[in-house]
């Protein structure tokens, strides 16, 4: 869990440090090259000699969803929405990783859906507005779509990389991030000649958000998927909005409404604290079974014969 907290600290501060620094310039750009540069920090730790084609093919192709198709849906989002409504919308997200979960898993307990829609409640506590654009639903379909890309990508990852842990995500993970940077490529070309016009302090923005935000962010992130329970990491996908807007006041100047971002931060704590209790009744569960299986010395032996598995055995 502590991998997932500081991933959602670092990214609270990427909204101001774009919406403040790199405003005037196209958010495919923006998206390719932090995806680059991401790619060329993880390259010399990328372990291609143990990975066969089939595994590579799969880990790029989960970059393009996750991060690529992502990026694309969310950027091309703020065509039809007013910035504060695409954030409100990212508030979906926990429900799109329990149900991807379920779907991938089969990981679907009314516990895990409570922490999603504790996370999710939290996060509109923050950021509800009426919707104020003429194409709103249309802004809605791409944000939904870049949520489900995001939460289908982190438990697409952890079942992927579940029976490798050989591997080790370090080792793996310029993959993805390869993926993302060929699906965001295509957008980006058409505006490749404003690199002649940004300034040293977009620059350093843009290597910021490469080497940290999406770098070691993302890594991070997918490293802290594995090790979560599904509830939790389904609340954590919203934690990023109450320190988000508590950067805004602490660090940008802004200033929302505080007794939302309270309301909204005890809903999004009480998600995060449901699905850990839930990972912690499951862990005491499996404890108890193992306790109470008799070793084969124990039991003697017929407890060593094989025997015939039950019908539900074999789903």
Same mark, same amino acid.
């Given at each position: 869990?502590?991998?997932?907290?500081?991933?959602?600290?670092?990214?609270?501060?990427?909204? $101001?440090?774009?919406?403040?620094?790199?405003?005037?310039?196209?958010?495919?750009?923006?998206?390719?090259?932090?995806?680059?540069?991401?790619?060329?920090?993880?390259? @010399?730790?990328?372990?291609?000699?143990?990975?066969?084609?089939?595994?590579?093919?799969?880990?790029?192709?989960?970059?393009?969803?996750?991060?690529?198709?992502?990026?694309?849906?969310?950027?091309?989002?703020?065509?039809?929405?007013?910035?504060?409504?695409?954030?409100?919308?990212?508030?979906?997200?926990?429900?799109?990783?329990?149900?991807?979960?379920?779907? !991938?898993?089969?990981?679907?307990?009314?516990?895990?859906?409570?922490?999603?829609?504790?996370?999710?409640?939290?996060?509109?506590?923050?950021?509800?507005?009426?919707?104020?654009?003429?194409?709103?639903?249309?802004?809605?379909?791409?944000?939904?779509?870049?949520?489900?890309?995001?939460?289908?990508?982190?438990?697409?990852?952890?079942?992927?990389?579940?029976?490798?842990?050989?591997?080790?995500?370090?080792?793996?993970?310029?993959?993805?991030?390869?993926?993302?940077?060929?699906?965001?490529?295509?957008?980006?070309?058409?505006?490749?000649?404003?690199?002649?016009?940004?300034? $040293?302090?977009?620059?350093?923005?843009?290597?910021?958000?490469?080497?940290?935000?999406?770098?070691?962010?993302?890594?991070?992130?997918?490293?802290?998927?594995?090790?979560? &329970?599904?509830?939790? !990491?389904?609340?954590?996908?919203?934690?990023?909005?109450?320190?988000?807007?508590?950067?805004?006041?602490?660090?940008? &100047?802004?200033?929302?409404?505080?007794?939302?971002?309270?309301?909204?931060?005890?809903?999004?704590?009480?998600?995060?604290?449901?699905?850990?209790?839930?990972?912690?009744?499951?862990?005491?569960?499996?404890?108890?079974?193992?306790?109470?299986? @008799?070793?084969?010395?124990?039991? &003697?032996?017929?407890?060593?014969?094989?025997?015939?598995?039950?019908?539900?055995?074999?789903?």
């Amino acid at each position: 869990m502590a991998w997932l907290a500081v991933v959602s600290l670092v990214w609270s501060f990427s909204f $101001g440090i774009i919406r403040s620094t790199l405003a005037g310039i196209d958010s495919g750009l923006v998206s390719f090259l932090r995806l680059a540069i991401a790619s060329l920090a993880a390259l @010399p730790a990328l372990r291609a000699r143990r990975l066969s084609p089939d595994l590579a093919g799969r880990l790029m192709l989960l970059g393009a969803v996750q991060f690529g198709m992502m990026y694309i849906s969310y950027i091309e989002s703020f065509r039809w929405l007013e910035a504060w409504e695409v954030a409100m919308l990212t508030i979906t997200t926990p429900l799109f990783v329990v149900i991807a979960s379920g779907l !991938l898993e089969g990981d679907g307990r009314r516990i895990t859906y409570a922490s999603a829609a504790a996370a999710v409640i939290g996060g509109g506590f923050i950021l509800w507005g009426a919707p104020q654009s003429e194409d709103f639903l249309r802004g809605f379909i791409l944000v939904q779509v870049s949520n489900v890309c995001f939460a289908a990508g982190q438990v697409w990852y952890r079942r992927l990389m579940a029976g490798r842990p050989a591997l080790g995500d370090s080792g793996v993970i310029a993959l993805p991030y390869l993926g993302g940077a060929l699906v965001t490529a295509l957008p980006a070309a058409a505006s490749v000649g404003r690199l002649s016009c940004m300034t $040293g302090r977009q620059w350093a923005s843009v290597a910021y958000l490469g080497l940290v935000a999406s770098g070691a962010g993302f890594f991070m992130w997918n490293h802290g998927a594995k090790q979560a &329970g599904t509830g939790v !990491l389904a609340a954590f996908n919203n934690a990023k909005i109450p320190l988000s807007v508590a950067a805004s006041i602490v660090v940008f &100047g802004e200033r929302p409404s505080l007794w939302r971002l309270a309301a909204g931060t005890v809903l999004v704590a009480a998600g995060i604290l449901l699905g850990r209790a839930d990972a912690g009744w499951r862990s005491r569960r499996a404890s108890g079974r193992t306790a109470r299986s @008799p070793s084969p010395e124990r039991a &003697g032996p017929a407890a060593t014969q094989p025997t015939t598995p039950e019908p539900s055995e074999l789903t």
